[in-house]
């Protein structure tokens, strides 16, 4: 896990571990409350927040990695507070063409007020904060994924309430989500089991930053016994952009599978979650995506309130 420090008078958004328990707790909240505000009186989703919040605000939305749910969520949120956003492909940008990241965040910063970068690489987002004389989110890297997991978080306290205590079970890769749920389980003092295979465990710097961090989070390769009385079980798909190890990835992960057997060691109340998309039938069984202990679809819509949430937070709103 780098070292980097912020140095700067505005809020960076770009790991968990980053935040104090108090400033994640504030996200959350605030993100309920805008929720509220934005469904109250049955508003479409053209809705733009009464009092305007980020108006004249400009958002660069920097994208390495193809994006569903980030790139909708965030322009929707910008343009719900108020503020206007621009999009921008690494190929679209002198930075597929050779120009440094430290450059083209001092380039951008005489621009807009704050750039969210979904990056291949975490260095590239640090060395983008590090540069920049504006806010820089962490829309997604290789190392993890914040807005995903506050999103979670959101999800899980709407169905379950407080999610203090409450056992988390993530079952598949170590991967970046799973790092950001790292974080988060030092952050709201939830327990968090993880069943990896010892081929894709998350890095062993954040479990132990975890430990040294009070957090209750195990690491197990039996997904079985992960899943006993969990409140809540995640997984991620096994694939993601850029992997070129497909079916050894598959043959690996197959006993970690989120299927009902899975399900039905957890909690009779216990929920699903996936940040989407999916490989049906690979990391879940359709049973399990499309049945009643499913929030995937809050989950995603969350992402909206959570990321308007966060815009507010890194401009002190």
Not at 71 to 81: G, K, P, T, Y
Request: charged letters at 25%.
């Amino acid at each position: 896990m780098s070292n980097f420090k912020l140095k700067k008078p505005y809020r960076h958004f770009l790991d968990l571990a980053a935040l104090s328990p108090d400033e994640a707790r504030e996200i959350i909240e605030k993100a309920k409350a805008l929720k509220t505000t934005a469904t109250e009186d049955g508003h479409g989703k053209g809705f733009i927040h009464p009092d305007r919040p980020l108006a004249d605000k400009g958002l660069a939305m920097v994208f390495e990695k193809p994006s569903t749910r980030t790139r909708v969520s965030f322009e929707m949120s910008i343009h719900q507070l108020g503020g206007t956003a621009i999009v921008l492909q690494g190929n679209d940008m002198q930075l597929g063409r050779g120009e440094t990241v430290s450059d083209t965040a001092q380039v951008l910063s005489g621009f807009v007020d704050a750039v969210m970068l979904r990056a291949d690489s975490h260095e590239s987002l640090l060395e983008m904060a590090e540069h920049a004389t504006v806010p820089v989110i962490n829309a997604l890297t290789d190392f993890s994924h914040p807005c995903q997991v506050m999103a979670d978080v959101l999800t899980f306290e709407e169905h379950r309430g407080p999610i203090k205590g409450k056992k988390i079970t993530w079952s598949g890769d170590g991967n970046n989500v799973a790092v950001s749920w790292i974080h988060a389980a030092v952050l709201f003092d939830c327990e968090l089991v993880l069943a990896c295979p010892k081929e894709f465990c998350p890095p062993t710097q954040v479990l132990e930053w975890a430990t040294n961090n009070g957090g209750k989070v195990t690491l197990t390769h039996d997904p079985d016994e992960a899943a006993k009385g969990a409140d809540c079980i995640i997984t991620d798909t096994w694939i993601s952009m850029g992997d070129s190890d497909a079916d050894e990835r598959i043959a690996i992960l197959a006993p970690y599978q989120v299927n009902k057997k899975l399900l039905d060691s957890a909690k009779d109340d216990s929920l699903f979650m996936h940040c989407l998309p999916a490989h049906r039938g690979e990391e879940v069984t359709d049973e399990v995506i499309d049945g009643p202990q499913s929030v995937i679809w809050d989950e995603a819509e969350n992402r909206l309130h959570i990321q308007k949430s966060i815009l507010m937070w890194c401009f002190g709103k």
